[in-house]
Nanobody, 115 residues
Framework: QVQLVESGGGLVQAGGSLRLSCVAS????????ISWYRQSPGQERTLVAQ???????VYKGSAEGRFTISRGDASNTWHLEMNNLQPDDTGVYYC?????????WGPGTQVTVAS
């Protein structure tokens, strides 16, 4: 079993930046990808960015060009750097890691962007 915990959310003005972090309870658990999802009020959870073990990245929608997903210095840590945040970016951000044993999810961190 692996636990993921997100941090770094908060309240920011439009145009500001936040850096989210995802920390796993252990490293080497065979993840296929590290993904960040956002669930905005009244909407479904949607993929924002994904990092593959090869280092390849995927960005969806308006995250392209504004967000950067990366590994941290520790092997069990990943980040989502978010720049030029807009009110539409408001929501709960979840870290997810699919593995052979299923997908692990963190509890989420709230990001609120004020106009």
């Amino acid at each position: 079993q692996v636990q993921l915990v997100e941090s770094g959310g908060g309240l920011v003005q439009a145009g500001g930046s936040l850096r989210l972090s995802c920390v796993a309870s252990r490293s080497g658990f065979g993840w296929y990808a590290i993904s960040w999802y956002r669930q905005s009020p009244g909407q479904e959870r949607t993929l924002v960015a994904q990092l593959r073990p090869s280092g390849g990245t995927v960005y969806k929608g308006s995250a392209e060009g504004r967000f950067t997903i990366s590994r941290g210095d520790a092997s069990n840590t990943w980040h989502l750097e978010m720049n030029n945040l807009q009110p539409d970016d408001t929501g709960v951000y979840y870290c997810a890691a699919p593995t052979n044993g299923g997908t692990y999810w963190g509890p989420g961190t709230q990001v609120t962007v004020a106009s």
